[in-house]
T-cell receptor, first 113, second 112 residues
Framework: EAQVTQNPRYLITVTGKKLTVTCSQN?????MSWYRQDPGLGLRQIYY???????DKGDVPEGYKVSRKEKRNFPLILESPSPNQTSLYFC????????????FGEGSRLTVL | GENVEQHPSTLSVQEGDSAVIKCTYS??????FPWYKQELGKRPQLIID?????GEKKDQRIAVTLNKTAKHFSLHITETQPEDSAVYFC???????????FGAGTRLTVKP
């Protein structure tokens, strides 16, 4: 089954404790991206990647890191999480980059205390 | 960069009525305009999209219109049903190598 898989789906952590949210897709898509969803603000892009070893900042990259060492994986790293990073995170992939359908993962709800 | 504004933020209609959600964009180079539906607790899913070389596109009860001159596009849902209740997001992008910008979303409630 074609899908985008995120883990963990739910996480409660404390300020400053490094964490990684994994994202994997099995559709051989070149384009992958991370969004955060906050009430009243919609989906805001954090980082995106056009291909392996190619990443670019989105609207809200501060406090986040990403890497794209393999085509299928695009992990989101919070080196020192803060409470303002409490949010619902979505990973997405697309076969045609910014001008095609995005396939979203199920979301990861992160709470930073 | 691109800025997408979406209105209204909430919309309530009676079952069977029509619903219209409007978005404006700022970058005249944008050429791809998708609409996503997000049901409660679910992931966003594409419901319809339009490219800048087309003025209107329909798919059963949903349609999207695009006015490039005014830089706005709209989602039209006719004969609304309770299962249309969801949050709807518009978005805009301008090239394969660019990011996609989303509007803030519209929460549509269809009352039976």
């Amino acid at each position: 089954e074609a899908q985008v898989t995120q883990n963990p789906r739910y996480l409660i952590t404390v300020t400053g404790k490094k964490l990684t949210v994994t994202c994997s897709q099995n559709m051989n898509h070149e384009y992958m991206s991370w969004y955060r969803q906050d009430p009243g603000l919609g989906l805001r892009q954090i980082y995106y990647s056009m291909n392996v070893e190619v990443t670019d900042k989105g609207d809200v990259p501060e406090g986040y890191k990403v890497s794209r060492k393999e085509k299928r994986n695009f992990p989101l790293i919070l080196e020192s999480p803060s409470p303002n990073q409490t949010s619902l995170y979505f990973c997405a992939s697309s076969p045609t980059g910014g001008t095609g359908e995005l396939f979203f993962g199920e979301g990861s709800r992160l709470t930073v205390l | 960069g691109e800025n997408v504004e979406q209105h209204p933020s909430t919309l309530s209609v009676q079952e069977g009525d029509s619903a219209v959600i409007k978005c404006t964009y700022s970058d005249s180079a944008s050429n791809y305009f998708p609409w996503y539906k997000q049901e409660l607790g679910k992931r966003p899913q594409l419901i319809i999209d339009i490219r800048s070389n087309v003025g209107e596109k329909k798919d059963q009860r949903i349609a999207v219109t695009l006015n490039k001159t005014a830089k706005h596009f709209s989602l039209h849902i006719t004969e609304t049903q309770p299962e249309d209740s969801a949050v709807y997001f518009c978005a805009a992008s301008k090239s394969r190598n660019n990011d996609m910008r989303f509007g803030a979303g519209t929460r549509l409630t269809v009352k039976p």
